[in-house]
Structure formats: C-alpha cells, structure tokens
C-alpha cells in the first residue's frame, strides 16, 4: 500500500540551527501539508502546497519556516534558525484530492532542540 | 486558532459499549468535517468523513453525525473493540481561495476489555 515517508525519524539540533526535514507524498497526490503536534498538544497545521506555491500557512510557519518541492518526489520543510519551542513531532501529509481534508500521514519526524 | 474543538481529553468505555466522541466547531464555512486516529508513534489515520451538505454517515461500526445549527459533530463506535483504544481527532476542512485542515485537540479513548 501506497505510503508517505519522512526522514529523519528523530533529530537532535542546537539551537540556532538550521533543520530540514524531508518528505516523500504518495506518488500520484498533488497536495501536501506539514503539520506539527507539541509533546500532548494538538495536531497543527503549518502549510499546504500545491502548485509549487503555498496555499494556506498558519501564524505559527513564519519567516524562519520555508518549504520546498526540489524535484518530482521529494517535499521539505526547512527551518533556518531553530528554537527551543520548535521541538515537536512534525508530520508531512498528501493528498490527491483538494479541500476534502482525506489526508494521508507519515509517521513523523521528532524534532528536539537543545 | 480554537475552531475546532474536543473538550473532552480522555473516554472510558466498556467493550462491546458504545463509544461517543463529540467535536464543536466555529467556521460555518467548513466544506468536510473527519475523525482521524492516531496511535502513538505513528501519524493520524483517517478513519471517516462528512460533507457539510449532509448529517451522516455510516462506515461499518463507525457513523459520524452532523448537526450544523449546533455545529456539532460526533463520532459513534459501535460496538467498541479493545483496538479502538486510541487518541481520536476531529478535524474540519476549508476550501475558500487557500485549503487547509484543522485538527481538534484529541480524545484518548480507552476500550477496557
């Protein structure tokens, strides 16, 4: 079964430091979306894309957050100066339909800033 | 952004019972209203949808409901499996110029054997 795939599983950084995560959507979806969930908060959304543009981006994916569709397959989340308060398990999402909010997950990338 | 909400944090239910998750929104202008379940460690899987235009529907022993005039939705789980036991989020879509989902805050549902 098709399936969506994020690397790094877990990272460790300095604060201060630029991360990007990576993301490879289900190969036929058009539409991708980074969410974050705070250790026992709430799923977030940061930004969706399609197009090669942004869609929607909520206050939370400021300047210091950039996405990125290098190729055909791969979708990236960069983070150039981390934060202590930007440790969070991140999730990419796709989806082949728009609007219907049938998204699919991965697993997540656990960010930890020290 | 609180327009999605589940105020309930944590669900008890006997297996075989049936299991009620209840989620307010605020936007009138949501177009898809879903449950998604999220093990730990994994992401959220999506489990059932509605339109906005209807006020059910039913996927097995999972039937979400509706109700727009009290923007209110529910998810019912019948009858409620040990399996089950999960963090269960509602989440909203919009689909005006931008698209975007909001997800709740989550429900932890435990199924007690």
């Known amino acids: 079964e098709p399936e969506v795939t994020q690397t790094p599983s877990h990272q460790v950084t300095q604060m201060g430091q630029e991360v990007i995560l990576r993301c490879v959507p289900i190969s036929n979806h058009l539409y991708f979306y980074w969410y974050r969930q705070i250790l026992g908060q709430k799923v977030e959304f940061l930004v969706s894309?399609?197009?090669?543009?942004?869609?929607?981006k909520s206050e939370i994916f400021d300047d210091q957050f950039s996405v990125e569709r290098p190729d055909g397959s791969n979708f990236t989340l960069k983070i150039r100066s981390t934060k202590l308060e930007d440790s969070a398990m991140y999730f990419c999402?796709?989806?082949?339909?728009?609007?219907?909010?049938?998204?699919?997950f991965g697993e997540g990338s656990r960010l930890t800033v020290l | 952004d609180q327009q999605v909400k589940q105020n309930s944090p944590s669900l008890s239910v006997q297996e075989g019972r049936i299991s009620i998750l209840n989620c307010d929104y605020t936007n009138s202008m949501f177009d898809y209203f879903l449950w998604y379940k999220k093990y730990p460690a994994e992401g959220p899987t999506f489990l059932i949808s509605i339109s906005s235009i209807k006020d059910k529907n039913e996927d097995g022993r999972f039937t979400v409901f509706l109700n727009k005039s009290a923007k209110h939705l529910s998810l019912h789980i019948v009858p409620s499996q040990p399996g089950d036991s999960a963090v269960y989020f509602c989440a909203a879509s919009l689909n005006t110029g931008g698209f975007k989902t909001i997800f709740g805050a989550g429900t932890r549902l435990f199924v007690k054997a």
């Open positions: 894309f399609y197009n090669n543009e942004i869609s929607e």
């Open positions: 999402a796709s989806s082949d339909r728009r609007g219907t909010g049938e998204l699919f």
